[in-house]
């Protein structure tokens, strides 16, 4: 159980650098603004609200 709690966040941030990363993309080319933002939120969550979430349960798994 304790390898799956470093591996996810690892996943988690770079699928939300991915999607960062396509984001700026669509911003750079200009065709769709909408999908730029949901790629831009979808990975700013991946990177710093989901590995807090896992953080936080390593955290509370340690006191049990």
Do not use: A, H
């Not at 390898?3 to 396509?22: H, N, R, T």
């Amino acid at each position: 159980m304790g390898i799956y709690m470093v591996i996810l966040p690892m996943i988690s941030i770079l699928l939300g650098l991915y999607l960062v990363c396509l984001g700026l993309w669509e911003l750079r080319v200009g065709l769709d603004r909408k999908r730029f933002i949901t790629f831009s939120f979808t990975g700013l969550f991946l990177i710093f609200i989901l590995p807090v979430i896992f953080g936080f349960q390593l955290i509370i798994n340690n006191f049990q």
